[in-house]
Each structure stands twice: as structure tokens, then as C-alpha cells.
């Protein structure tokens, strides 16, 4: 289970947690001038990189709050959290030496890492 | 290629079991191919395999970063089925039930298919309206489920508690006779060992860091063993098919997360079908050597880690252990995880691309081993035509711009 610290509160089992998915998409301004491949881009399309990503948390069990963190989904690793309406900030990881290669830690793909 | 039968095992038995060869080869990639397939899991290996025997495409080689297997279909229940809801579905998931039904003897491989039924339990009213509908639905499209009662439950599945008292009371459920699983690992060894014979290249510990694309049309891929020129790239590598596609730019609707499961200690013959529930988010079978195999839902959050929460687990251990008093007293032996490649609309994507050459079949999320020889057939189909035929076209990714979802939440939820 993830440990994940709610910047109001502190940290906390991840089972204290509702998960939103990816962070920092806004409603489109000009949403009646749309055509269908843009609004299929704002519903349905998400990035899912392995790797750093800025997603969304609410603190379901404690402050009800949402807030943004940023994880490394390759290793699991939290890297910043931060609250709703900050700016995402600019951290960094170190990043697999492949596109879709495995970490030292947090996979049990042990075929790719030897390949490594 | 020898055949394996009673004959050749006995022959075998009495010489030291020293005559058997590798069921298929170990090649370096070559320079060129007719077409590449990422991904050496079920539904790569089956596509390979249809893709030869069906379309005469020999000259082909499947790309796989680790061993065969060892992803999803490596790691899954293995619970077959095709009560779905939509024609769709029903048109795709049935045909992979015909097809398993001889896929054994096709294969001259025992992928120890045992058709021993599958039952959805329902726990409320509303659940119960939901299931018969989904009944009605199904034998339209000519599939075999039928509503049990629960004293009809309790008969086929006698360990369930349906006591009225109970935390999860269960009204009745949807059973498919025809359902049940089989040996992952048989399945790709077998689709694996019968596409080598036919020419297929099976590259194993080869990672795809690149597609190669000029003017929009697919020309080959670089590897961690060097590149290769092919007019036709076939990526089948669930949950890391967001990562191929990216080398493409093509965008895609799917997420990836972990789902795990767990078996328990061998006991004895206990749960004769598979028993699964969306409520409890749990589901069990039990396996040839007699471990209690069970699941749950995905892990909420997105990773590529291959392992999930201990809390998703005990959620749904908790439901079972209300479900199946007895199941208590077993300790269980091993947990695990697999990526799945989750779509918002919990079918798949088969699918060309704005890219020539470039195919896509994906997020099958955590539901697609049923698929398996369905999946390949219709797939391979698409490369090989560049025209998807009428089981595919319907999964097409442009149904995320015309808005022609199939809705599967109530069929693929939590049971996979
Ligand atoms: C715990 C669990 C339980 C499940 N239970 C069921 C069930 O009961 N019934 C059911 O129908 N479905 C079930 N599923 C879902 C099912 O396993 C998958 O939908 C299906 O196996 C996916 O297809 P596949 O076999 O081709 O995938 P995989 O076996 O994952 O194949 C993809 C392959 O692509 C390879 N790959 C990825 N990137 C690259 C690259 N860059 N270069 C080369 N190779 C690459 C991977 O190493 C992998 O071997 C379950 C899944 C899990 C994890
Ligand atoms: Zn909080």
C-alpha cells in the first residue's frame, strides 16, 4: 500500500484516499466550437507515461481535500505533493534507461532487469 | 515438429525421457520481416500464429522485451467466458470460446481448457435485474448463460453460504456452463511452439525502443538488439501499449494499472466452477493442484510496478471469506501483479492508426485472456487486410471521436 502525505494533514495509509487520475486537465474555453477528435481528447485521451506524472488524490478519510502529487509510476515514489491551484512543480527522476524497461526496485520483471 | 500424444510420452518413458527437442527456436532477429508483433504474451503470439496459418505470412517475428509469457497472460486467472452485454462484445468473446473449444487438438498442445462454468452472483435487487437482463441479452446473441435461483446457486456450488443473515445474501446468479479456465502458460507455449513451425521468428530478451516512420508510413524498429526493417508493426503489449504508441505520437484513452491476485494452500477438491462477484469485488476458482486462485479489482492508482496494495486484497478476501465460510482456515501462498491496460469504456482497442502500418490491440484491461484466440484471429486479420473485418471494426479507436463506446462496466468490471 502506498503511503501518501495529504498536504493538510500528513501522511497516511493510500486506503484513506480516493484516486482522481491524471492532474492539470481544464474544460476547454471554446467548448461549443469543438470538434468531435477535441472533445475525444478532453474525455477520453490521457497520457500514461512510465515515469514521472502529476495526478490527482482526495483525502476521502480525512480533510475530504483534493491535491496534486507527483509519482514516479515506474517505482511507485512519490516525488512532490502540493495543493490545488500550485503550479506542478519541477522535480525529476532518475528515468529507466528504456522506454519500457524495469527499475531496480518495484517490479518483478526480473527478465527485463537482467537484460538491462 | 513431433506430435505430442499418449504414444510419443510412453516411448519417451521408457528411454530416460532423453529424445525431447525445444518446442520452438531461439533465432537472432534478422534484418527484415513481412511484419513485426510487440509483444510475446497470449494475444501477440495468437496473432502471429493466425497470421501464418490464415494469411500465409511466414516471414514475420514476435518481439518480446522479456520470456514469453511473462507478463499478463503469465499472470492471470485465466477465467473464460462470453456472457458480455453488447453485440460487440458477445460477436468477439464468443468467437474465442468456439475457438478454445478445439484450440487443444488444433494446437496438438493440452492447454487443460476445462469448461466447468462460471457463475456471477448477484447480492441485491438491483444486481439481480442487471444479470437477468444481461441473460435475456445474451441468449439473443445465442450464448448459453442461464439465471439460477440461490437454491440452484447453493446446488451447483454447494460451499456457499446463502443464509438470509448473511453480510453478502445472494438472490441468485447468471451461470455459463460453457465458461470455466485453463493453463495460461500452455496457451502461449502451445500458440508459440505452432508458430515457430510455420516459419514465425519468436524473439525473446528484445526490447522495441523505436518505430522508424517516414512520411507517415511505418518502415521498421529499433531494438536492444539492433534495428529491423519491416512495412507492418503490430504492437499487442498491454499494459505498456501507451509506451509504444507514444513512439508514434498516436494518443490513446488507455491507463495503466496494477491488478493482482493470490492463491491459497492445495486442499482438496472443493469450489468445482468459477464463482465471481462485482459487489464484493472478488472472485475464485480452484486450480488442478488444488490451490484456491482469487482476485479482485485493479489497484486504483496508475503504475507499471507489477505489484499492488495489501488493502485491495484484504477487501476482497474479506467478502470471500463471508461468502465461503470454511475458506478461514487456509493461509495463503503467494500474491502477485500484473499492468493492466484499462479503457474508459472497459472493452478493447484493435485498431489502425493515423500512422500506415502501424496497428493497435490493447486495452483489454483486466479481462482480455477470454479473448485470446479471438483477439489474434480478428487481429490478425486487420494486418494482414489492413481492413478490419466485421468482429474488429466495432473496436476501432475513432468509437472515442464518434462517440460509439461499448459499454462493458457491468460484464468487465471485476469480473475478469
Ligand atoms: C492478476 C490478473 C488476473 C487476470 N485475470 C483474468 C481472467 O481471469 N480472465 C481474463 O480473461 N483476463 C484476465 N486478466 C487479463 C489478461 O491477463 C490480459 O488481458 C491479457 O493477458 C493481455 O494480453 P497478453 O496476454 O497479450 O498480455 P501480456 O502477456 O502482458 O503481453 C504483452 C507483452 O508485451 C511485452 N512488451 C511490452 N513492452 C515491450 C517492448 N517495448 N518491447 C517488447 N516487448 C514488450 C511484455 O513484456 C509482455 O510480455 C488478468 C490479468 C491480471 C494481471
Ligand atoms: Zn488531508
Known amino acids: 500500500m502506498l503511503l501518501i502525505t495529504c498536504p493538510h494533514c500528513g501522511t497516511r495509509d493510500q486506503s484513506e484516499f480516493t484516486y482522481g487520475g491524471e492532474a492539470h486537465i481544464s474544460r476547454p474555453a471554446n467548448s461549443e466550437t469543438m470538434t468531435d477528435a477535441q472533445w475525444a481528447e478532453f474525455v477520453f485521451m490521457r497520457n500514461n507515461p512510465k515515469g514521472v506524472w502529476a495526478e490527482r488524490w482526495m483525502h476521502a478519510s480525512g480533510c475530504r481535500k483534493w491535491f496534486n502529487a507527483v509519482r514516479d509510476t515506474s517505482t511507485d515514489r512519490f516525488l512532490a505533493v502540493y495543493k490545488i491551484g500550485e503550479p506542478r512543480p519541477n522535480v525529476t527522476a532518475a528515468g529507466l534507461a528504456t522506454p519500457s524497461g524495469e527499475p531496480v526496485i518495484g517490479s518483478g520483471n526480473d527478465a527485463a532487469k537482467v537484460m538491462r | 515438429m513431433p506430435t505430442y500424444s499418449f504414444l510419443s510420452l510412453l516411448r519417451e518413458g521408457f528411454t530416460g525421457h532423453k529424445g525431447w527437442t525445444p518446442a520452438w527456436r531461439f533465432p537472432d532477429p534478422k534484418p527484415a520481416y513481412d ?75 493440452n492447454i487443460m481448457m476445462s469448461h466447468r462454468g462460471v457463475m456471477n452472483l448477484a447480492h441485491d435487487e438491483g444486481e439481480a435485474r442487471v444479470l437477468k437482463r444481461r441473460t435475456e441479452a445474451n441468449r439473443l446473441n445465442g450464448i448459453d448463460t442461464e439465471w439460477l435461483d440461490a437454491k440452484q446457486v447453493k446446488e451447483f456450488c ?24 485453463n493453463r495460461h502458460d500452455a496457451v502461449v507455449w502451445g500458440y508459440a511452439r505452432a508458430a515457430d513451425v510455420m516459419g514465425v521468428d519468436i524473439i525473446q530478451n528484445c526490447e522495441v525502443t523505436g518505430i522508424k516512420v ?20 503490430a504492437s499487442v503489449a498491454a499494459g505498456h501499449t501507451s509506451i509504444i504508441a507514444n513512439m508514434v505520437g498516436v494518443r490513446l484513452p488507455i491507463q495503466s494499472h496494477p491488478l493482482q491476485a493470490w492463491v491459497s494452500e492445495p486442499v482438496k477438491p472443493l469450489i468445482p466452477c468459477v464463482v465471481m462477484s462485482n459487489a464484493v469485488h472478488a472472485y475464485v476458482s480452484q486450480s488442478d493442484k488444488g490451490e484456491l486462485v482469487m482476485g479482485a479489482g485493479i489497484d486504483p492508482h496508475n503504475s507499471y510496478t507489477q505489484r499492488g496494495g495489501l ?17 478461514s482456515r487456509l493461509r495463503l501462498l503467494r500474491q502477485w501483479g500484473g499492468i493492466v491496460d ?38 490478425a486479420d486487420l494486418v494482414a487486410r489492413d481492413e478490419p473485418n466485421a468482429i474488429a471494426a466495432p473496436f476501432s479507436v475513432e468509437r472515442f471521436s464518434s462517440g460509439a463506446l461499448v459499454a462493458e462496466h457491468g460484464a468487465a468490471a471485476v469480473a475478469h
Not at chain 2, 39 to 51: D, E, R, V
Open chain 2, 311 to 327: 488493502d485491495t486484497i484484504e477487501h476482497s478476501l474479506a467478502a470471500l471469506i463471508e461468502l465461503f465460510p470454511m475458506f
Open chain 2, 158 to 181: 454447494p460451499p456457499i453460504n446463502i443464509s438470509a443473515g448473511s453480510r453478502f445474501p445472494v438472490l441468485g446468479a447468471t451461470l455459463q456452463r460453457r465458461g470455466g479456465v
Open chain 2, 342 to 379: 484499462t479503457c474508459p469504456d472497459a472493452s478493447p482497442i484493435i485498431t489502425k492508426t493515423k500512422v500506415k502500418g502501424f496497428y493497435i490491440n490493447a486495452g483489454w484491461g483486466t479481462g482480455g485472456w477470454k479473448a485470446t484466440p479471438g483477439s489474434g484471429h480478428a487481429f
Open chain 2, 35 to 109: 511484419a513485426v508483433i510487440i509483444g510475446g504474451g497470449g494475444h501477440g503470439l495468437a496473432t502471429a500464429y493466425y497470421l501464418a496459418k490464415l494469411h500465409g505470412m511466414r516471414n514475420i517475428a514476435v518481439i518480446e522485451k522479456g520470456w514469453i509469457g511473462g507478463g499478463n497472460a503469465g499472470r492471470n486467472t485465466t477465467i473464460i467466458r462470453s456472457n458480455y452485454l453488447e453485440d460487440a462484445s458477445a460477436a468477439i468473446y464468443e468467437h474465442a470460446l468456439k475457438l478454445w473449444e478445439g484450440l487443444g487438438r488444433e494446437l496438438n498442445y
Open chain 2, 214 to 233: 517516414e512520411a507517415g508510413v511505418v518502415t521498421g524498429i529499433s531494438t536492444s538488439r539492433g534495428d529491423i526493417r519491416t512495412p507492418k508493426v
